[in-house]
Nanobody, 124 residues
Framework: QLQLVESGGGVVQSGGSLRLSCTSS????????IGWFRQAPGKEREGVSC????????NSADALKGRFTISRDNDANMVYLQMNSLQPEDTAIYYC?????????????????WGQGTQVIVSA
């Protein structure tokens, strides 16, 4: 059974960068569309990015385009989220998730499995 594991979170100053990583156990990631979503305290879940199983199609939330980039290396069984120019409002727990719909369905992204999340804190 697919288990997703995120890593790479931490504390960074405003304007800094982080790269989050997602891998799996129980099943390889290569068959799945994978997305990232985030959730800040007291806020609703927010879709961040989505990538197709072959990596040829990637999409990020409109407000994050130009700062956040999703990529994958199926040979390494990894999906990445590169986050640049981080701002305090990016502070959240970030989750790697298996998509249950199309990446093109933004903003109505749906997920059917996700990991435990990795905390990102951006200090002002």
């Amino acid at each position: 059974q697919l288990q997703l594991v995120e890593s790479g979170g931490g504390v960074v100053q405003s304007g800094g960068s982080l790269r989050l990583s997602c891998t799996s156990s129980g099943s390889s990631l290569h068959s799945y569309k994978i997305g990232w979503f985030r959730q800040a305290p007291g806020k609703e879940r927010e879709g961040v990015s989505c990538i197709s199983s072959d990596g040829h199609t990637a999409n990020s939330a409109d407000a994050l385009k130009g700062r956040f980039t999703i990529s994958r290396d199926n040979d390494a069984n990894m999906v990445y989220l590169q986050m640049n120019s981080l701002q305090p409002e990016d502070t959240a727990i970030y989750y790697c998730a298996r998509m249950s719909g199309l990446c093109a369905s933004y903003p109505s992204w749906r997920y059917d499995k996700w990991g435990q999340g990795t905390q990102v804190i951006v200090s002002a």
